[in-house]
Structures are given as C-alpha cells and as structure tokens.
C-alpha cells in the first residue's frame, strides 16, 4: 500500500486550479520583459547602425565591438555578469521601489539591461540587413530629386526598409519570450519562474510544466499568427 | 548652363576620366556615345555629383558646385535644379505612380497636396501614363517605369535633364516610347545631356554629339560632322562597330 502510492504518481490538474492567477501573473512578467527588451533592443539596435554607418572611426570600433561580443557569448553568462559581475566593480542597476516589488527589483530591471543589450546586438544586424537590402539607386534617385542623405533615408531608404525587417523583429520578439526564460535562475518572477512556486507549494512537477508549456506555446502561435498577417499586408505593392 | 573643367575620376587605381572639359549651353540636346568604360556614365554622374570628382571643377550656371565651401554650394538645393533619370529608373515602389510624382515637390519645394497632385497628373498625360496614376511601379512595365521616372524628375521643374542610358534597361519595343517622351522634351527647348546607345535617337535629336573613349572627348560635334564625317580614327572604328 505504501509503496504503491510513491509508484504512481496521480496526476491531477485541477489542483493548479487555485494558482491560476499566479500562473497569469507569471505570463504578463514574461510578455513585459519581452517587450521592454524588443523596445530597448530596437533603440540600442538602432544606435549600433547608426555607430556602424557613421564616418568616425571611433564609432565604428565601438558598435563593431558590442555587436561581436554580445553575439559571441551566451545570454545567461551575460545576465550573471550585469547581475553579479558588475556589482563587484561597482556598476549595478538600481532598483526601483515605485515600480512595485516585481518590476521594480533590481534583478527584473537587471534582466530588462542585460537582455535589451542582447537583443540589440541582434537587432543591430536585422537593421543592416533591411538597409542593405535596399538598391543603391533608390539613395540616388533620392539624392537627384534634391533629398539630402537624411531625408532620403527617412522618406525613401527606411518606409522600405521597416517592410523588410519587420518580420525579423517579430521573430526576435518570440525568440525573447522564449530565450526570456533563463531570467527565473536569477529569481525574476516570470512564467518559468512560477513553476519553482507551483512545485514547492503543491509537489506537483509536472503539472505546472505543462501549463507553462502550453501559455508558451499559445503565446508564441498567437504572435506568428499576427507576424504572417503584418506580412502579408505589407506584401501588397511588390 | 553646365560646365566642367580638367575633371578626373579615379575609382581606387582605376582612373575612369581623365581630363573633361565641355560646357552644355542652354536648350542644348547633347548625346554622349562610346564602348562601355569609356568614361560616359561617370561623367554624367559627375554633372550633378552623384559622383564626387577626383580632381577638376564642375560649374551650374555661375556655381562651382564642386567647391569644398559648404556655406556657397548646398548641393541638396542645386540638384533641385538638375533632373536625372537612370538606366534602371529607380522608381519608389513603396509608394504609387502617383506619390512618386508628388513626394519631392511636396518635401522640398513645399507645394500643397493639391497643386503638386494637379501638375503631377498633368506630367501623366504628357508621358501618355494618366491612367496608371494609382498603380505601383512594381506593375508597370519598364517603359512605363522609364516613362513614369522622367515624369518625377519633371516635376521638380528642372533647368536641365540628365540620361545615363535610359533605354538600355529595356525591352527593344518598349525603346521607341521612352525615346519619343525624351523627344518632345528636347522640342519644348529643355537642356538635355544623355548617354545612350541609340545611334538612330542621337543622329536625329541632339544638337552636339561627344564621343568618349579612354576617359576624354575623343571628338564632338553636330550629328552631321560626328556620324557622316567623324574625324577621329577611334570614332570612326566605334561607328564601324556599332552602325
């Protein structure tokens, strides 16, 4: 009889019923952190290109360097640096009590610097591939008509260019919900994060597994749903 | 109206002209003939310096445009002045017929919504294409995009128009209607330069005929004098080629 009851584990859903509101606490943490990090990532990505186009050396040292380092090594290696790392040598991200005690602690705030920084290095490539998918000659017609660089840029090279690399950013978005999940090894209380709650309240392991897998997994479809449908809106002029 | 004095251009150790002088007069047609890589294409684009030149000056009107003295030349404001259509018409294909036609004008010279929409539909009618107005460039046939891209250089009212190859892009039944615009162009009196191929267009249309070869004029002159009566043995062994 005792033996018997440690053999077969029952599996029981409705036991997660309860933490249901956990489990969409978990959720939003995720999505915002992917998000805020997509956003950052596009600010900090764009800034790299800008560095990268640019006539000053110094500038194109620095983006060169950022982009090959940060793509180079792994995210969590970069997470543990900005979060234990740094502090040692006196750089640490505050935190932010305003924000409440979830997003504004300091490791959530760590992982929003840490990851934006990483997705802008990807972002940074995104970008020069859209702009170098763009033909010479749409920069010369520009130039002809008496546009100056910037202004051909943001009314002819970019509106074309956003069309090619905006199915890129969408993926890099997923790609963060997903890859955002190594922030619950520092502690931030994302979806992934909830499972260590789950399991050590109710002993349950696979349950919560699998309704994370699940929010994942809806998370993500939803969003590539959207992703093919702002494709093929933007397909209509070619 | 254009001028250009001792121009060189170097690609790396390439050096591509060496040593233009001409000057295009107002209302002038020009044509400039020659093999490939002897220099025409460049020497066009050095005309409203796509191309930066190596050395020499290149004057619009009064203007030294290649003056380093950024407070004199806004090259921006000067290439307002100087329309170019390109062997592969570089349309906008983000945008319509008819916002390819109206977005400079609009941008640069400040005209209203309206008026730029009125004249751009009135510069339709003149290539023949009014009806396109609302399609993209991506479903027009290349003579229609060559067509619709003299258009949208017209319609920042030029002084004078550039042609690097216009019809070398394009299908041989779609040439003659590409042709018969830059005609008409050339009837209303507009200064024109344009590199082509078209031995036939430059004999009946241009005022001047430049034949270039190894980065110089090798000779100029009337239709008559260059086609009938070409001095110059490489001119001579050109036309022998290609007529």
Known sequence: MYGNTLMAVTIDFTKMIKWIPTFIDGTIVTVVLALMTVVLGCILGLLAILMKRSHIKVFNAISKAYTQVIRGTPMLLQLYIWLYGFPMIGISIPSIPMLGSIYGSREFLTAVVALAINSGAYICELLRGGLDSIDKGQMEAGRSLGFSNLETMRYIIIPQAIRVVLPGLCNEFIMMIKESSIVSTVGVFDIMYTSNIVKASTYSVFEPLIIIAIIYFALTSILTTIMSMIERKLKVYA | ?243
């Not at chain 2, 001792?6 to 003939?33: M, P, Q, R, W």
């Not at chain 2, 005609?183 to 078209?198: D, P, W």
């Not at chain 2, 009946?204 to 260059?226: K, L, N, S």
């Open chain 2, 1 to 243: 109206m254009l001028k250009t004095v001792d121009l060189y251009k170097s690609f790396g150790d390439l050096e591509v002209l060496k040593g233009v002088n001409t000057e295009i007069n107002k209302g002038e047609v020009v044509a400039i003939i020659g093999p490939s890589g002897s220099g025409k294409s460049t020497f066009i684009r050095c005309l409203n310096l796509l191309e930066e030149p190596t050395k020499g000056k290149v004057f619009f009107k009064e203007t030294e445009i290649t003056s380093k003295d950024k407070k004199e030349v806004d090259i921006d404001k000067v290439r307002e002045h100087i329309g170019m259509v390109f062997q592969h018409f570089n349309l906008f294909p983000h945008m319509s017929v008819l916002d390819n036609l109206t977005l400079a004008p609009i941008k640069i010279k400040g005209m209203s919504e309206q008026d730029a929409k009125k004249q751009a539909i009135e510069l339709l009618k003149k290539v023949g294409l009014e009806e396109k107005k609302d399609a993209y460039p991506n479903n027009l046939s290349g003579g229609q995009k060559q067509r619709v891209a003299i258009a949208r250089s017209l319609a920042m009212n030029p002084e004078v128009m550039l042609f690097d190859e216009p019809t070398s892009a394009l299908d041989p039944e779609m040439v003659k209607e590409v042709l018969n615009v830059i005609k008409s162009l050339a009837q209303s009196k507009m200064t024109i330069v344009i590199v082509t191929h078209e031995m036939g267009f430059a004999k009946e249309v241009a005022d001047r005929v430049m034949f270039m070869d190894e980065g110089i004029i090798m000779e100029e002159g009337t239709p008559d004098e260059i086609f009938n009566h070409p001095k110059n043995q490489r001119t001579k062994e050109f036309l022998d080629k290609v007529m």
